[in-house]
């Protein structure tokens, strides 16, 4: 029986997924056409002298401005290590890195945005710095950040601050999007809505926070295009920033979230009837318009709500993750089991 044969495609991409070096680049994109050219010019400039193999992934999501057709101009002039994706209409920043994150092939990953306030020579070193470091996720901070206080820097301060002390991630700039992962923790994590922004919190839900680092990037202004973020993304992270301290802490056992919230309902409620019981039976008193009297049927009956819901919340984890093949936990390593024998008896 002869073995398969590889062809040179199928052999040069085996090499670059065995390579610890290699290393996949994801853009996202939206009406960035004048940055497009700059953008690929400044990447190739700062990745020249990358010490592996590196593969650059954009992610046109649904602009209307020429930027896909830059793009894919701009692809066909530097070669096939540019890979373009294309959306069909606009899905948000973070599908677009969801989707630049599927299509990774590196063993490492690196993240940036579009608009040329990130500077890709940051990210070589970067690179070394989440191997020396030993991490798993490698956060830029834009300590020196080119942005307008009002509209752009005292909003990221008050939401750094928000999910630092409600995620115990403790970073200083979340929204920085330059950043290094090990392709294979960053590939375990699944975005939705517009949850780019809490990438550190999603990832310490599946390896130890002490893997999770930060350095100084560098920061410019913005040169060409117009921002896409202003002062009323605090309220959306405020939102966001529920949902994801929900998930990171009961996203397995959403039960007790809801239970607990229950159960002090209940307590409340019952204590509430028992002093109201104990007026009515043992003191002879009316209680019938007394407002006590409404207040604990209230709690007992959103006791019963909240617990009913923590049920229902159990059955739904487990489905989901049942019809999923997936578990809450993320192994980082295991012994060959091939490699494994039985310890004799005494």
Known sequence: MHAPQTTPDAASRQALDADPMSLSVVIP??????NVEPLLARIHEGLAGYAGPWELILVDDGSRDGTGDRLAAAAETYGRHVRMIRFRRNFGQTAAMQAGFDAA????????DGDLQNDPADIPRMVRELLDRDLDLLQGWRRNRQDALVKRKLPSRIAN???GRVTGVDLHDYGCSLKVYRAEVIKEVRLFGEMHRFIPVWVAG???PARIGETEVTHRARERGESKYGISRTFRVLLDLLVAFFFLRYGA?????????GLGFGTVGGLMMTWLLIVKFGLGE?????????VAILLLVASIQFLTTGVLAEVLSRTFFASHERTHHCIRWESDPALAAWKAPA
């Not at 056992?253 to 919230?261: M, V």
């Open 29 to 34: 994109m939206f009406e960035e056409a004048e």
């Open 286 to 294: 009316d209680i019938g318009q007394r407002p006590m009297l409404f």
């Open 206 to 208: 599946i390896t130890d």
């Open 161 to 163: 601050g928000l999910i």
């Open 105 to 112: 092939r590196g063993q490492l990953v690196a993240s940036l």
């Open 253 to 261: 056992r959403p039960g007790h979230f809801f239970g607990a919230i």
